[in-house]
């Protein structure tokens, strides 16, 4: 079973903050924090990762609760290009543990 | 960065037939590279794990002899779905991390095949 929890579906206005919200209570320790996203009929496509600090690159930003606990993904600037799957993975860097869950789906409205 | 290309991107066969999935790692290499499997409607499923120069991990429920792996390079990984039947139509995803990059490396995923089997 996937570590992680988020809500099935979500709506973002174009050109508005997506904030995209994962639980990740049970995640150990040594377990980074991975998003990912899908676009139909692609494979999932690597958006960005952290174990405790505050990320950013070109793509989002990633902030990670102190005690861990829960994530959330921003991005900054929704485009319609931005509708899809976004899938929050807990990995030890194995991929044993790489479990996707049901992700949420995000809906960048016009 | 990363490039994972996969072959074929669509593929159409008869039942009973065999097909080969293709995966390399562009500008990388990878002693280990992960096959998924996606139905419709559903998130990504781990089906194995494919170990360079060694045998194939496989998640419980897929069967072996019906997913035959070889990672015969630290860039190539195949995928052959033996005697395909219909049931084994769906999307099949493969992913590989840079062995060799420091740090925590993320996987990449290749665009997936399409696989329908008639």
Known sequence: DAKTTQPPSMDCAEGRAANLPCNHSTISGNEYVYWYRQIHSQGPQYIIHGLKNNETNEMASLIITEDRKSSTLILPHATLRDTAVYYCIGDDNYGQNFVFGPGTRLSVLP | ?118
Not at chain 2, 26 to 41: G, I, N, S, V
Request: hydrophobic share 35%; net charge neutral.
């Open chain 2, 1 to 118: 960065g990363a490039v994972v290309s996969q072959h074929p991107s669509w593929v159409i066969c008869k039942s009973g037939t065999s097909v080969k999935i293709e995966c390399r790692s562009l500008d990388f290499q990878a002693t280990t590279m992960f096959w998924y499997r996606q139905f419709p409607k559903q998130s990504l499923m781990l089906m194995a794990t494919s170990n360079e120069g060694s045998k194939a991990t496989y998640e419980q429920g897929v069967e072996k002899d019906k997913f035959l792996i070889n990672h015969a390079s630290l860039t190539l990984s195949t995928l052959t779905v033996t005697s395909a039947h219909p049931e084994d139509s769906s999307f099949y995803i493969c992913s590989a991390r840079d062995s060799g990059g420091a740090g925590h490396q993320p996987q990449h995923f290749g665009d997936g095949t399409r696989l329908s089997i008639l």
